[in-house]
Each structure stands twice: as C-alpha cells, then as structure tokens.
C-alpha cells in the first residue's frame, strides 16, 4: 500500500517509515489511501487547498500531517476541517495532527483525529546533568504571539521577576494581532492592573532580558539548538514555564518546547491550550511533579484565567521562597526516568513503532476496517 508524501520540513527532515511498517505488518481488508504532509497555510507546505485537489478514490483514507492544522491566523482550522469533511461525504477520514485530544473537541462523523508520536528532531537531546541554579525560572520566546507577550507581562508585574530569566526578541513585528482569536476572551478586570503593569515595563524593556542567538529554522537544527545554545542557560535554572505554541483553543498542542523541557530536567509550568499538562502526562506517560507543581490551572477556561492560575498558584517556585537547587537534587530519579520515557518514545524504533501501531490500529477500527 502506497503512502504518498505531499510535502516536507525544511533541513532534509523526513516522515518516518511508521505507516509503511504498518502496512507491511498488517493485512488490511480493504483498500485505503494515505499521504503526509507538513500542513502549512501560508505556502511553504500543503494545506486543505492542495488536499481538495485530490481525487480520493477509498472509503478510508488516512492524512499524517506534521506541525498544526491551523488558520492564517493561528486558529485551530475547524471550519475549514468541517467544510472538507462535508465536501467528500463519500470517504471517512482519519487525520493525525500535533493536536492532542482534538477528538473529544471535534465531532465530524466521517473524521478520526489522533496523534502519533512524530518529530522534527534530528538526533537525541541531551539530558541536562549538572545544575547550579543562580536562577529559579525562565520562559524563552523568540515571537511575539499574544500569549506569550501577555505571559512574559504577567511576571514583570510580579515582585520577583528579576528571580528568572526571560528571553525575547523585542524587535520582532506581531504576528497576529489580538482581535484575529477566535477563541480569546475579555481580560477579566481583577487582572488588568497586573497585565498593564508588566507591559510597561515589557515595552520599555526595563528588565533583565537574555539575549540569545537567534534560531534560524531554515539553516539551523533543533537538536543542536538546544544542545549548543540552550543546555548553558538550562543549567542555570529549575522551573520552566513553557510557553506553548498556541493557547486560545480547546485543546492543546505539542511542539519541541515541551520536549526540551523534560530533557532540560525543569519543573514544568504550561502556558497552552486546556490540558497540556494532563497531555504530557497521559501522552508521553511522564511525571510532571504534581507534588511539587501546581497544575489545577490546566482545566481553566478563561485563557487569562488560566495564565494567571499557573503562575499565582506557583509562586513558592518562582519568588525565592524555595530551595530550588536542593529540590532538584532531591528529584534527580524522577527526571531520569522522564528522559528514559522520552528517549523510548522518539528514538526507540521498537517502542516508537508499537506507539504509534496501536494508534492507527485504533482508528481503522473506529471506521471497521478488518484487521489481520
């Protein structure tokens, strides 16, 4: 069975052989279509526009798409997911995405969606081995999404933001501009103090900022990124609060931030959609220190709400009230098994392939496709 590849990441990064090691497994009993592609709406991939194009001839077919399935906006795409649902009625569609959990968001009847385990990584991260923590957080950005301006504002309003490192590039232009999420809410008023406050002092750049190398997704490699550039700053700190690549949704979304942070061997604070930290939990099967961080914030609605919640209700990790380099020393176990899980999951070939079996096995089961 053939698996057709519409498009790919920049840097010679490839899919993995996952569905044509399934195939050659597995007898199925019928025919179905599948294709990959990094899904991207502003050009440099494919999107719904290059999918609409084909002529899909199965009642199954399987789209793998690596990166978001989003707007131009950065909205999750579900009106343009329904509107090419609806628009092939003949065929049941099973979608994997960087989404986690969409399928308890989305109901579509002829749509499946899914994650499996994929990455853009390269070559393995290292485990961060030593410590000697002169900081107790950091939240690195390199854009300037809503989210994460209105993150970095929310610790400069606080009186130990001078206690962690931020990184951000001040010159890059909006990305998005505010009213263009669908999902985002009214600042509630109890928090508009505390957002104005660290803005002002985020605007006149009246904070300690780290300046790091910018990374050039076009020329430079992940992995390496983070082996090289960020393992010296890593090193430094015990809590990261991680900013996610979006927020406004329902549902939250995976990216290399979140890996990082389980190599980097921080105690994780989320900033992304509902449920990252139940994801991180669930999906990889890590321990995110529910003992020692306080995660009630991942069920929040209001988005403001939420980011506030994951930072207020984990004041004692970030104000100098705890002994970091002693917690983390206390948790050396618990990290290396993190790295031992994560290590399993994208570079185990083994482990990494009975993943993500399972996974397609239980989506051609969703729509009845006998299995031998």
Known sequence: ???KTLSTPALGITFNDTFESYFDAYKLGEDIECYQLLYCPYGNGASFDDLDKINFQSRIVILNLMDLMIDGNDN???DRLTKFC????EQNFIIFTY???LKDEVKIPNLYLDTIMASNL???LKPCEKKKISNNWITLSADTKVHKIMTVSYLLSKDYYENG???FDMDAPAIVSYDKYKNITKIPDRLKDNFSKGFKRFKSKNFNRLDLPKFDRQNSDLADNYNTVLMPVYEKVAVEIVLGTMFFEKSPVLSEKEIQSVYAKNFPIYINGIGMAKEM???FGIDIFEDIVTHHYDVIHDPFERLAAAIDKNEHLLNGSTNMQELWLDNQKRFEDNCKKMDDMLFDTS???MFNHEKIKQALTYFNVSIE
């Open 1 to 3: 069975m053939e698996v």
């Open 281 to 283: 939990k669930k999906f």
């Open 99 to 101: 989404h986690l959990n």
């Open 351 to 353: 482990f990494h392939r």
């Open 86 to 89: 609806q628009d092939h009625p």
């Open 122 to 124: 390269s070559k393995k």
């Open 165 to 167: 490192c931020i990184t």
């Open 76 to 78: 999750f795409a579900i």
